[in-house]
């Protein structure tokens, strides 16, 4: 096995952060093989010894974890189970032999791309707040939006008294109605429906058409698919620490 730092070590089976794990160090509390380990040393978990403040850390065995990409229809709720019978995501997972989980949330009414997975580590990652992986929307709306209305939507606006990042916003007027392109680094509830209410406009119909690179690329309403080895490695690198 190739040898890993000790932070990744530490991270990685759930002991302490990164920075922990450098405080940790700089302490004199790990060692590898009975010696005691500093900043940048590396590990090679199948055969050398850790210990943290004389206790061995063992690694974990890697699960073999299970990611997929989902094109949600409207109409389902971005949950596990629902105590008042309304349809969930999950019931769309057919054929699927793991239990995974929505990464991030769809309203009721919206639709389009929603992951879903059971690795809880690139789930926090995905989430976090320092972490920018555009989610790019598609948002048809009624009429013909002023530009003043435009720019109130990629302006700095509070909602629900936490002032969001600014959002990029594309517009491809149609002949009765027009699309919106829109680009948020955020995921708050509700939230291209809440600056669209605060800036005069209305919705029509909402889609996420693409997390960063990810894209639906044809796949059908209601359809789901396992992300390539290269899509979950792109989602890691684009949200290293």
């Not at 160090?25 to 978990?45: E, H, Q, R, S, W």
């Not at 699927?96 to 879903?116: F, H, K, M, Q, W």
């Not at 669209?196 to 889609?207: Q, W, Y």
Request: one cysteine or more.
């Amino acid at each position: 096995m190739e040898k890993i730092r000790l932070q990744k070590f530490f991270s990685d089976n759930g002991i302490m952060s990164r920075r922990a794990c450098e405080a940790a160090l700089a302490a004199g509390d790990i060692a590898v093989n009975g010696v005691t380990a500093k900043v940048g040393d590396k590990v090679d978990p199948s055969r050398d010894t850790v210990t943290y403040q004389g206790k061995r850390v063992q690694a974990q065995h890697h699960k073999q974890y299970t990611y997929i990409m989902l094109n949600k229809p409207r109409g389902y709720i971005t949950s596990m189970s629902d105590p008042q019978g309304r349809r969930c995501v999950t019931d769309l997972l057919e054929g699927l032999n793991a239990r995974v989980y929505p990464i991030g949330r769809l309203d009721r009414v919206s639709e389009g791309l929603l992951l879903l997975t059971d690795d809880g580590k690139l789930t926090n990652r995905l989430t976090h707040p320092k972490h920018s992986i555009p989610k790019i929307y598609r948002v048809k709306v009624d009429g013909h939006p002023t530009e003043e209305q435009i720019t109130k939507l990629s302006s700095p606006m509070v909602i629900d008294g936490y002032e969001i990042q600014p959002v990029d916003v594309k517009v491809s007027p149609e002949e009765e109605d027009t699309v919106l392109h829109m680009s948020l680094y955020e995921g708050r509830n509700r939230q291209i429906r809440k600056m669209c209410d605060a800036a005069g406009i209305t919705i029509r119909r909402l889609s996420r058409v693409a997390i960063g690179q990810l894209k639906l690329n044809g796949l059908s309403v209601g359809k789901w698919r396992h992300l390539e080895p290269e899509e979950v490695e792109y989602l890691y690198r684009s949200t290293k620490d």
